[in-house]
């Protein structure tokens, strides 16, 4: 079976230099009909950009074909099952660790989901390999820079996700404001002017999940982000996205891993 890869690690388990944000790993696949990945639960933010042929990826239990100009994520805590189908399929990725990993791909807007974007900028995922081998603070600084980038770049390409504009804004609110604990289905139909009933079977419809699974998905998403890569209680991390009642946050993050918040944290 043909498969090209070109990838490039960071050396260090998380980042080393200060930032928020880190640049882990990048890659450009070329890969053959029945390529398939190692299938695995991953603890940091992986982006797929597709430039030729198209490929599956399963995303939120649902398979899904990534296309040329489209983009996927995966959230920390997901499992990883991506897989070529019938075409050979060409695609470029990135990871991203650090303490605001998830909360800045979804305040772009990027979702577990499947966008289009337009082409993939090739310049900026080389100069992405190029910082992240670049050895030291000063690598791992520039390589954080273009890792935003070129979620900027994603974001302002990203066309409307569903031709219903209610459906869309309510979506853009929730990965806004995932973490105000006040945010629910019934305030966001109130926002939107719609019937919860209503409100909750149009957005299920377009979007395979209910709404109060959507938001919890954002919320144990940015969670488990935050306990894997920062030392803030887990008190304190509940709060923050968005659970009063810490007893109930145990049993989300457990639900989703297996685990208590403090196993996963302390989990290799």
């Known amino acids: 079976m043909f ?97 605001l990993a998830s909360a800045c791909t979804t305040a772009f807007g990027l979702a577990s989901d499947i966008f289009d974007v337009g082409p993939a900028p090739v310049k900026e995922f080389k100069s992405l390999a190029k910082a992240i081998g670049d050895i030291g603070e000063a690598g791992e600084i520039a390589a954080s820079a273009l890792a935003y980038r070129l979620l900027a770049l994603a974001s302002s390409r990203k066309k409307p996700e569903t031709a219903d504009p209610l459906i869309q804004q309510a979506r ?3 990965q806004r ?41 954002l919320r144990v998403q940015n969670a488990l982000s935050l306990l894997k890569q920062t030392d803030r209680p887990v008190a304190e991390i509940a709060r923050s996205c968005g659970y009063t009642d810490p007893n109930y946050f145990s049993r989300m993050i457990r639900k989703a891993t297996g685990l208590s918040p403090r196993q996963f944290r302390e989990r290799i």
Do not use: C
């Open 172 to 174: 853009e609110i929730m």
């Open 177 to 217: 404001e995932w973490g105000n604990p006040a945010l629910g289905v019934e305030a966001l139909a109130y926002r939107l002017r719609l019937h919860r009933s209503s409100f909750t079977r149009r957005f299920a419809e377009i979007v395979g999940l209910a709404p109060v699974e959507y938001i919890s998905n």
């Open 3 to 99: 498969v090209e890869k070109e990838l490039l690690y960071r050396p260090t388990a998380s980042p080393a230099a200060e930032v928020p944000l880190g640049a882990r790993s990048v890659g450009h696949y070329r890969v053959e009909p029945g390529y398939r990945d190692n299938v695995a639960v991953k603890h940091f933010v992986q982006v797929f950009w597709g430039v030729s042929g198209y490929g599956a990826l399963v995303l939120n239990g649902m398979e899904r074909t990534l296309h040329p100009g489209q983009v996927a994520v995966y959230f920390p805590g997901m499992e990883h099952r991506v897989y070529a189908l019938d075409v050979e399929w060409e695609y470029r990725w990135w990871t991203m660790d650090g303490s």
